[in-house]
């Protein structure tokens, strides 16, 4: 049992070029979600995804895309990296899709860096 | 749109000495979650609070739900240094799938 897995660890980008962050739970868990972290900013949620095939935007969603085509991932697209994007990305999980009483189980984090 | 603030962002004790942080919603919440960040690591979970009022304990640490359902508190009872990191509330406020995060408060604790 991973937990929550989230590929790569680190990332460098330049401006414009395109990418995928990858995360992977194996709890199948309905919930998932992507948050950025950025100094003195706590974490900001992007997406979420209530289940398969349903996803909704967080608080900070512009230049991120996102689908949920199975239960286990849920990819994170920058279509056009910005260096505002500089952050770390973190992948949270958990059971319930009425998102209550159940703990995030979040992944080890991207260290992404755009130029 | 809703909005959680945490004070003190940062937070300088002496071990053995006590700690607090404070969460405060524009919002009421339906339930709210503590968690701590090593440096370095990844948010992990503490607890969660679900009725107005509530009050839970884990060994040293002691956490608050308001009345009204939007503040919360986490109190730690003689700091050590392994309670080192930042600490930070999450709140889902009622009939949205959203955790809000607050902005957390950084621990440093002097041997």
């Known amino acids: 049992n991973a937990g929550v897995t989230q590929t790569p660890k680190f990332q460098v980008l330049k401006t414009g070029q395109s990418m995928t962050l990858q995360c992977a739970q194996d709890?199948?868990?309905?919930?998932m979600s992507w948050y950025r972290q950025d100094p003195g900013m706590g974490l900001r949620l992007i997406h979420y995804?209530?289940?398969?095939?349903?996803?909704d935007q967080g608080e900070v969603p512009n230049g991120y895309n996102v689908s949920r085509s199975t239960t286990e991932d849920f990819p994170l697209r920058l279509l056009s990296a910005a260096p505002s994007q500089t952050s770390v990305y973190f992948c949270a999980s958990h059971a319930n899709r009425l998102a209550a009483y159940n703990e995030q189980f979040f992944g080890p984090g991207t260290r992404l860096t755009v130029l | 749109g809703q909005q959680v603030m945490q004070i003190p962002q940062y937070q300088h004790v002496q071990e053995g000495e006590d700690f607090t942080t404070y969460c405060n919603s524009s919002t009421t919440l339906s339930n709210i979650q503590w968690y701590k960040q090593r440096p370095g690591g990844h948010p992990v979970f503490l607890i969660q609070l679900v009725k107005s009022g509530e009050v839970k304990k884990q060994k040293r640490l002691t956490f608050q739900f308001g009345e009204a359902k939007k503040n919360s508190s986490l109190h730690i009872t003689a700091t050590q240094t392994t309670d080192v990191g930042t600490y930070f509330c999450?709140?889902?406020?009622?009939?949205?799938?959203?955790?809000?995060f607050g902005t957390g408060t950084r621990l440093k604790v002097l041997a």
């Open positions: 995804s209530v289940g398969a095939g349903i996803t």
């Open positions: 709890m199948n868990h309905e919930y």
């Open positions: 999450a709140g889902l406020t009622s009939g949205t799938y959203k955790y809000i």
